[in-house]
């Protein structure tokens, strides 16, 4: 570890030690002849036991490992800010992608060599300790939900990792109960080795480019890094802010002042319960549809799981997972996150399969747990704090996260996935930091 003022020089400066990060930070130092800088906004303490406890979202204002990015829809757009990144703060939901969502991936993300990196994280004894739900934890709701839905739609085997279009079961990035973050999991075994240094509370402003199109290092208020590459890990809205920052003609920022990205919309269902529910975990259970849908089964209220929010009602969302465009736009400070309406067809898709959850609370299975009369749809959908895709693969990068245009400077975080998958990014990001960082330490 060392201090955020000077200069320092190294091969590779990697910019954020979140889900991504860390697990670059451990593979390229893995050789010691090449000199790794790994700068962190967050502080250099890892989350103590509450903060790291499944059953709750260290994610309030004024939370000690994450940062708030402002919004147009009035919600707030979190961030970890931590050893962990996102990792140390999120739900723990671990699910691959679907096969056929990396159809649309550059050459050279075939299937074998995704399944394998994927393994890595969540097969057995993978890195991330991932397991299933236990029935235990699924609470009531999970319960029901399951067994609504079991009879009339697939249902994933609990030992397999790949999702099915039908029900899953979630597997989580745990401890037993507590979250295990890509810090455990990739940057406490690396932290020892003399040739990685750390830096933290190291906000990082811009990139040190020359003529346009050469990045040399990072500037981060009194301190500069000159590194052979720089490798942006800031995660989509700390990278999309360090871009736009900077004076690079790959992105022109003079021009537009913001990129697009994508998010994953969705519409809550919600309803009163009966008797209060159990504390648990976020999210136990989920099902995957035929028309890209996630439908999600959220244990309790959300007032339940992040300090200072206030109480509102427990909710099933219908969430759309391959289409809702979003803009990250410069602001003085930092990033804001502006939206456009999701299409109409995506629209459409999520009004009908709001119905649908409409007619699960209103059945038997659920009698015991929903008052009658209670549920509601949203009239305008929410967003999942996923924002993805502002310099995707293929089209503003190559394969490997190397920015098209520019010399020294490479992205890998969820700003490249190229598309949306079925499920959550946390795994598929880890997924990719995986095979780039294997591929990148062989060079
Ligand atoms: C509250 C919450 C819950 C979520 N729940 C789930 C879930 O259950 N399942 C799921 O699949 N996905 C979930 N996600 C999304 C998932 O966690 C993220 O998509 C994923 O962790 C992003 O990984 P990343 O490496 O791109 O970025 P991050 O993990 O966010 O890492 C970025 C790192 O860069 C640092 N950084 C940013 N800017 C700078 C800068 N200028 N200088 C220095 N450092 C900087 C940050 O502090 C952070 O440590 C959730 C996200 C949030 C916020």
């Known amino acids: 570890?060392?201090?955020?003022?000077?200069?320092?020089?190294?091969?590779?400066?990697?910019?954020?030690?979140?889900?991504?990060?860390?697990?670059?930070?451990?593979?390229?130092?893995?050789?010691?002849?090449?000199?790794?800088?790994?700068?962190?906004?967050?502080?250099?303490?890892?989350?103590?036991?509450?903060?790291?406890?499944?059953?709750?979202?260290?994610?309030?204002?004024?939370?000690?490992?994450?940062?708030?990015?402002?919004?147009?829809?009035?919600?707030?757009?979190?961030?970890?800010?931590?050893?962990?990144?996102?990792?140390?703060?999120?739900?723990?939901?671990?699910?691959?992608?679907?096969?056929?969502?990396?159809?649309?991936?550059?050459?050279?993300?075939?299937?074998?060599?995704?399944?394998?990196?994927?393994?890595?994280?969540?097969?057995?004894?993978?890195?991330?300790?991932?397991?299933?739900?236990?029935?235990?934890?699924?609470?009531?709701?999970?319960?029901?939900?399951?067994?609504?839905?079991?009879?009339?739609?697939?249902?994933r085997a609990a030992e397999d990792r790949w999702p099915v279009t039908g029900v899953n079961r979630v597997v989580m990035n745990r401890t037993g109960p507590t979250r295990r973050s890509?810090?455990?999991?990739?940057?406490?075994?690396?932290?020892?080795?003399?040739?990685?240094?750390?830096?933290?509370?190291?906000?990082?402003?811009?990139?040190?480019?020359?003529?346009?199109?050469?990045?040399?290092?990072?500037?981060?208020?009194?301190?500069?890094?000159?590194?052979?590459?720089?490798?942006?890990?800031?995660?989509?809205?700390?990278?999309?802010?360090?871009?736009?920052?900077?004076?690079?003609?790959?992105?022109?920022?003079?021009?537009?002042?913001?990129?697009?990205?994508?998010?994953?919309?969705?519409?809550?269902?919600?309803?009163?319960r009966r008797s209060p529910a159990d504390p648990g975990v976020v999210l136990p259970t989920v099902l995957h549809t035929d028309d890209d849908l996630e439908i999600r089964c959220y244990r309790d209220d959300f007032a339940s799981f992040i300090d200072g929010v206030p109480p509102s009602r427990p909710m099933v969302e219908v969430t759309a997972m391959r289409s809702a465009p979003m803009r990250i736009v410069a602001t003085p400070t930092g990033v804001r996150l502006e939206f456009d309406d999701p299409d109409p067809a995506t629209t459409a898709t999520m009004g009908e399969g709001a119905q649908r959850v409409v007619e699960m609370l209103r059945a038997p299975e659920f009698a015991d747990i929903v008052v009658p009369g209670s549920v509601t749809v949203a009239s305008r959908p929410g967003f999942s704090q996923h924002a993805w895709g502002s310099m995707p693969m293929g089209t503003r990068t190559d394969w490997l996260g190397g920015v098209y245009g520019t010399h020294g400077l490479r992205i890998v975080d969820g700003s490249v996935l190229p598309s949306g998958g079925h499920s959550g990014p946390h795994a598929t990001i880890m997924m990719m930091a995986c095979r780039i960082g294997d591929l990148l330490a062989a060079r």
């Open 1 to 155: 570890m060392t201090s955020s003022s000077g200069s320092l020089r190294a091969d590779v400066v990697i910019v954020g030690a979140g889900s991504a990060g860390c697990v670059l930070a451990e593979k390229l130092s893995r050789d010691d002849s090449r000199s790794v800088v790994l700068l962190e906004r967050g502080p250099a303490s890892l989350p103590g036991p509450a903060d790291r406890d499944l059953r709750r979202l260290p994610i309030h204002d004024g939370a000690p490992y994450a940062v708030r990015h402002e919004t147009d829809l009035g919600l707030a757009a979190p961030r970890g800010a931590a050893l962990g990144g996102s990792s140390a703060v999120n739900g723990g939901y671990f699910l691959r992608w679907h096969p056929g969502d990396f159809a649309s991936w550059p050459t050279g993300w075939d299937l074998e060599t995704v399944a394998a990196a994927y393994e890595e994280l969540d097969g057995p004894g993978g890195t991330m300790g991932v397991e299933p739900v236990s029935d235990d934890e699924l609470g009531d709701a999970g319960a029901a939900f399951e067994r609504y839905w079991s009879p009339r739609a697939d249902v």
């Open 182 to 272: 890509a810090a455990d999991a990739y940057l406490a075994t690396a932290l020892s080795r003399p040739n990685l240094v750390l830096v933290p509370d190291c906000p990082v402003g811009r990139l040190e480019v020359v003529r346009g199109r050469t990045v040399t290092g990072v500037r981060a208020g009194q301190l500069t890094v000159t590194a052979g590459e720089v490798i942006l890990a800031a995660g989509t809205l700390g990278t999309a802010g360090i871009l736009l920052r900077s004076e690079l003609e790959a992105i022109d920022p003079a021009r537009t002042g913001q990129l697009a990205a994508g998010e994953h919309r969705g519409l809550a269902v919600s309803y009163r």
